[in-house]
DNA sequence: ACCTGGTTTGTAACCGGTTACATGACCCAG
DNA sequence: CTGGGTCATGTAACCGGTTACAAACCAGGT
């Protein structure tokens, strides 16, 4: 026996089916006597609506459709749980896609979600902008976060990558740090790229120099840098990660040569993911969820059918000074 | 002008709607010339099938809901990643709903996934077991993760936490020590209730006190309870906590009150998160992914018409011993 | 020329909701 | 007693796909 319908619900309450919706839908015009009919004939067969349908015919499915990277650790959580806050809040649900490769499949996967979400929260810093702009379909509302340039005009939340550099760069020189390391992040990622190249310009400015080399964002890579760098014999006071799991690696990789954080090598990361407060590392401090939160808003405004500046929004993070670089900050 | 649809397609090609659909679903029987007809006209208007409609008529959504409490750090990542990985090499996505209060509020939820997935996960320590039975929509297959009985007799994947604690209360009292506090995880949270339960019948096994102290799984909640302790000016050797993030609280509630760990205090967690490594907790390693892997294989397997055993399956999880409680561990 | 069998194609019903519009009941004023 | 207004209810079309079934078509065989 199939789940019951909202037909069969009016068959046993001797209703249309019209009724039975509008007192489903807790419309006023609706006399006590059917109400009661329906709502016993509701709980009688267990019925429960069926959510596609509603959609079908309203053409609205209270989901956003969130297309990311198949990220790891406490970015992916912290993202997610800050578009989950807010989606909830709103009566909205969150349609999962984890795309882990190119940019076909990216594609795919927001196709995919035509017809199943009201609208899309894009996270595609591996994608170039004319990829992006051909695997939005056409008429979804979608919110970019941290995508180069303005792909199809969407609107877009973006980290400052540049002024948070900066900060670091700043730090490390008024340290007196002469020789230092950029480990980058992933070939190809927009973030990774605008770090690197926004710190050489920072440190070039203030003339010191700078020597990078290339990570992936994964903790390994990191760690294999600095190994690398150790056994080649270079001389460095200074190491800035892409990201807070490098720079985890590259301390790690320190730790073990017995190379003294920070009084011959500084370390810094960014992200701020929870793991770096425990490790005193020094970082750019990026709250994650609320860069989650903000595309999900602004996304539900547009849904609202308010009006979107369209522009790029910009979330200029903060350094957060802890013991890899600042020894009186040992003690947490 | 609206998206376009399948009759679109089907006016701009000259063809009926039945044939668009067959091009669309790659069936063998049409003609080279109304295939070509059709790939055309659907590039020229850009159409993208409605999966909502598609869903409907086809009863199959190739969507898993996942229904979870409003979990914190990696815990949630962990097994999001896990089903993630697991759904997407099978072609389906994931329906998230983040559960944040009560019974009433978990059984909506589910509701509300009625005809938008095709099978549930369920991830529900904090519900009893009629509340899920009877959230739990009649018809939908489902799979529960943690939880307590056999709720209306859904198959389930469940972690052995007597195992773990079994292990943590052995190697505790081969290390000679015998004065060991418990922390609790949040009240009325299954694995809170069997950890604690568990750990004290060990623990009384093996002629040994143990005090338990009320947690909620938080970090401050372990930096609390410890604080208190220490206050309160109790003695203890060891601190066995109900997760890892209680345990880290409690190891920063230490260092502040100068105890050394492990020489004057052992330190123990549970789930081995990420983190553990990296402050080298000794803990019972969850292999969290690989639970949400398992129970949406199973879920999968069954929505595949696959015979079900309908049982419970247990992990078993592992002691990690590293330096809160080793020091020749210390190293890393 | 006609029948047969196989292939390609189109029509229309269906999935399970919502809702515009028509209908009928009822009440009150004129 | 009739006409007009209000209100509850029902009928049927619609959302955008899929597909059973029937019709049309095209050979090949006799």
Redesign the interface.
Known sequence: M??ATIRDVARRAQVSVASVSRVLNRLENVSEETRNRVTDAVREL?Y?????????SLAK?N?IGVVLPDFH??F??EI??GM??EA?RHGY??????V?AGSEQSANAM??????VDGLVILAPHLTEEELADAV???TPAVLINTRGVAGGHPGVRLDNAAGVEAVADHLVSLGRKRIIHIAGAAGNIDAIERADAFKAALEKRGVAVEIVQGDFTEESGEAAIDALLKSGRKFDAVFAGNDMMA?GAL?ALNRAGVRVPDEVAVVGFDDI??AR??GLTTVQVHIAELGERALDRLLAILAGEEDSGGQELHKPELVIRSTTDPKARS?
């Not at 429960?48 to 079908?56: D, E, K, T, Y």
């Not at 196709?111 to 199943?116: L, Q």
């Open positions: 199939a789940d267990g429960v609506p069926h959510a596609g349908a509603r959609s079908l499915t989901a650790g406490e992916f959580s997610v749980r989950d806050r909830s649900m969150l349609l999962l896609s984890n882990h196709r995919a979600m035509r017809g199943r379909p056409a008429r985890s790690q929870p793991l425990h490790i947490r």
